[in-house]
């Protein structure tokens, strides 16, 4: 198992799938969103479109991690990112991220795109813990981490100063097994 494979998983109203050096410009206008930027980077984060075309040009040759591009089934738009990283093979867990940019908020591609990258991870990379970290005053992820299966593990209180307030920070998993019954119920 490994995530040297960058598969394109399609839903009714996404697809995900490889990032390419083209992607850059519009990641570019995403990552400047001011709710991406409150809730995803650090305020010391400096983001440039060069370090972007290189970051996002070199995702699919990453065999530790699985970048994929979250586009609207509809229209093709680019609309952010699911990633699965921090990759431990002996324990077979990883940490899952995602950002959405304006375009995709409100519909629910983010919510499918959640869902299709984490039954990727449990059904074809026989991942066995996906776990996340969500600042605790982002209702909107924290709504959909819960709505797709995640199970707050637990809370570190007034972690980092965002925003002028001190902000805390939920850890939240899903195991396979949890996954499983979820997928069986939906069905």
């Not at 697809?15 to 980077?41: G, Q, S």
């Not at 921090?86 to 908020?105: K, M, N, Q, V």
């Not at 920070?169 to 979820?182: F, G, K």
């Amino acid at each position: 198992m490994g995530f040297t494979d960058k598969p394109v998983l399609t839903g009714d109203r996404t697809v995900l799938r490889p990032f390419t050096e083209a992607d850059a410009d519009t990641m570019w206008e995403i990552v400047r969103d001011p709710e991406v930027v409150r809730f995803t980077f650090e305020p010391s984060t400096e983001l440039t479109p060069r370090t972007l075309r290189s970051w996002y040009g070199s995702r699919s040759a990453q065999p530790d991690r699985l970048d994929l591009a979250v586009t609207d089934r509809a229209t093709g738009d680019l609309v952010g990112e699911v990633v699965l990283y921090e990759w431990d093979p002996d324990a077979r867990s990883c940490t899952f991220r995602t950002l959405i940019g304006p375009r995709g908020r409100g519909r629910g591609l983010g919510t499918e795109a959640t869902r299709l990258i984490v039954g990727h991870g449990f059904e074809r990379l026989g991942l066995r813990r996906i776990q996340l970290e969500a600042y605790g005053n982002n209702p909107r992820a924290l709504h959909v981490y819960e709505k797709v299966g995640f199970v707050v593990e637990g809370v570190r209180r007034e972690v980092a100063f965002r925003g002028g307030e001190w902000v805390d920070e939920v850890i939240m998993a899903v195991l396979d097994r949890e996954w499983a019954a979820l997928s069986a119920t939906a069905r």
